[in-house]
Each structure stands twice: as C-alpha cells, then as structure tokens.
C-alpha cells in the first residue's frame, strides 16, 4: 500500500513541476529570445529529390529517393545492346589431308590348261594367277610308271612350283627337259592354253 502511496505522490509532483516550468517568465523569455533559423541555399547535393514517383533519383515503387551515382561508378549498357564489338580475326580451317583410296588387292586364281596326250601317258598343267601375274604353277598330270616317273620328276622340278622356270619367264617358252622331251612339249601344251584363258 505504501509503494502506491509513493508512486501516486510521485506523479503529481512531476507534474506540478512542469506546470510551473511551462509557466514561468523566464523560459519564455529565453524561447523569444533566441535568433531566427534563416534558410540557407540547398547545394546540389542537398536538393531534395522530387516527390514523383516516375522521376529519376526516385524509387517508383515507393517514392524513396535512389542512391545518386557517382561519376566513377561504371554506367550499365541498355538492355538489347551490346558494347563489345565482334571478332574480326578469321578463323581458318586446317586442310584435310587427301582422302587415300586402297588399291584394289589383286584376286588370285586357279587357271587349268588342256590336257594333251602323249605316247608316255596324259599331262596338264594348272597356274595361279595374282593380277596379272602368274605366281604358281602345278602338273596336275604327268606319264607315270617306270623310267616315267622319273622323267615326270625332272619335269616337275623344273617347271612347277613358285620359284619354277615357269614364275621366272612368266609365258609357255620353258627350256625342254633333257630325257623327258615328250612330257616338256606336253606340259608347255597346256602351260599355253592355261595362260591363253588367264590373260
């Protein structure tokens, strides 16, 4: 009950207090004597900015007036144009190196000449053909039996395979075989008609 008593005592003299100062002589006395604020000339910096919204230095949403910027602070393009202008240096495209078609691989094949009798039996001859080349050549038939068989032998030596004197002169003028003149004359028989259909 006394902290009441206090804050109620309390008040009123604060405000009797300021009755008495608002009243007296000497404050206002002192209040009219007290030099005019004159006004002073806004330097640019001071002007108050304008109070439309759609005016530069202002904020359009809400009036407030927008930072002023500096002659130093960069100046942003317009939106729809660019400033940087466009390359002139030329790229040049590097030469393509030369399209290199294969040549086409040579077919090999199997040539078989006719066959041609003698009076020691029955010879033909079949050549391998690469391009037009003849890299083989093989007696599919010779005279066999007897002294035959070693005759046939000398003729195979010399004419067949792939180092054979036929691969070396590459045509049917092979030297005869001695002992086996026959069976030579034969196998160049058939050499021929094998090289005449090859070429």
């Not at 007897?146 to 032998?153: A, L, M, R, T």
């Not at 691969?167 to 160049?188: H, I, R």
């Amino acid at each position: 009950m006394r902290r009441v008593f206090l804050a109620i005592t309390g008040l009123a003299a604060s405000t009797t207090a300021l009755v008495v100062f608002k009243g007296s002589p000497a404050a206002t006395q002192v209040a009219q004597n007290l030099p005019t604020a004159q006004p002073v000339n806004p330097t640019p910096q001071e002007v108050e900015p304008s109070a439309d919204p759609n005016a530069p230095g202002t904020d359009p949403a809400d009036g407030e007036p927008t930072p002023s910027k500096s002659a130093d602070s960069p100046v942003s393009p317009k939106p729809g144009k660019t400033t940087a202008r466009p390359s002139t240096t030329k790229t040049t495209k590097a030469p393509s190196a030369p399209r290199t078609t294969k040549a086409p691989q040579p077919t090999t094949r199997r040539v078989t000449g006719n066959g041609f009798d003698n009076e020691y039996g029955y010879v033909q001859v079949q050549i391998v053909v690469s391009g037009n080349r003849i890299v083989e050549a093989v007696a599919l038939s010779l005279p066999s039996g007897g002294e035959s068989d070693i005759h046939s032998g000398d003729v195979r030596d010399r004419y067949d395979g792939s180092g054979g004197e036929v691969v070396q002169k590459q045509n049917a003028n092979l030297n005869t075989v001695s002992g086996a003149t026959e069976t030579s004359n034969s196998y160049k028989q058939s050499l021929r008609s094998a090289i005449e259909q090859a070429f």
